[in-house]
Structure formats: C-alpha cells, structure tokens
C-alpha cells in the first residue's frame, strides 16, 4: 500500500460526499521533450560558457555534456513525469499522491513556460507541469478559485 502511494502520480485523495471532478490535467509529451530541447540549450551553453572562461581549450565538450545531462534526465524521468494528473474538483485542486489544495485557499495562479503554478496564501506553491494548453489551465482554475 505505501509502496503504491509512493509511486502514484495521479491524486489518491478521496472525494469528499458529492464532490465532483469538473477537469484533468495531463502532462502533454510534446511540452515535455519541448522544454527539455531549451534546457539542453542552456546546459550546453552554460557548459561551453564556463569551459570556455577557465581556458579550457577544448570548449565544445561543454555541449557535448550538457545535452547528455538533459537527455539522460529527460529520458529517466519521462515515465513518471508523463503520468502525472491532476484534478480540478468543484472544491480542490488535487494533485499527485496527497497533494490537495482547497480553491478557497489559491492566492495566485501564473504561467511558467509549459507549466502552471499555484500559490496558496499559506505560501505553499504546486507545479502542474508540461501543460499543452498552459493558458486554458490557469484560465479554468483562476475561474474555479474566484481568482
């Protein structure tokens, strides 16, 4: 049971009596691999950058490695990220394992790239990733939250 909590990425929080699920958020796999590619950008840059500033001078290999690093991770970490949903009930926000936000409780909903996140003002902050529609899914929880 703990062991299926732990790898869920999909919300496990019960409904509460006549709560309803209004949306479902999913991950989009062309935001995702699209916002890896501008990662892999900057690592290879950043990585040509600093080779580059210490003398090295062989400061290609910076790119060389800073597209590996994002690729290994994007190919690590697509299965679970892809899986990932989020449900927007007429009460709370819920998100991955136990992650629940009443909408009472959202202060601010803004646009990160591909990603939403969400404020609560308790400070607490929720990343709904890779979002093919990232202007729809502020719009709809902004609309939900009263926000």
């Known amino acids: 049971m703990i062991g299926d909590l732990i790898q869920s990425m999909t ?6 009596l006549g709560e309803r699920v209004m ?5 989009d796999r062309s935001a995702y691999w699209r916002d890896h590619a501008w990662l892999a950008a900057g ?3 950043l990585g040509m950058g600093i080779l580059w500033a210490i003398g090295n001078p062989h400061a290609w290999t910076g790119a060389v490695g800073g ?3 994002i ?3 994007g190919f690590y970490v697509a299965s679970d990220e892809l899986k990932a949903r989020w449900d927007l009930t007429d009460r709370r926000l819920l998100g991955p394992q136990t992650r629940a936000v009443r909408l009472a409780e959202i202060k601010t909903v803004r646009g990160l790239g591909s990603a ?3 404020i609560t003002a308790a400070g607490d902050k929720h990343l709904i990733k890779y979002q093919a529609d990232r202007a729809g899914t502020e719009a ?4 939900a939250a009263g926000v």
């Open 11 to 16: 919300p496990t929080t019960p409904l509460d």
């Open 23 to 27: 949306h479902s958020f999913h991950p």
């Open 43 to 45: 690592a290879m840059a």
């Open 67 to 69: 597209l590996a690093a």
């Open 71 to 73: 690729a290994v991770r």
């Open 116 to 118: 939403v996140q969400v």
């Open 140 to 143: 709809r929880i902004r609309a």
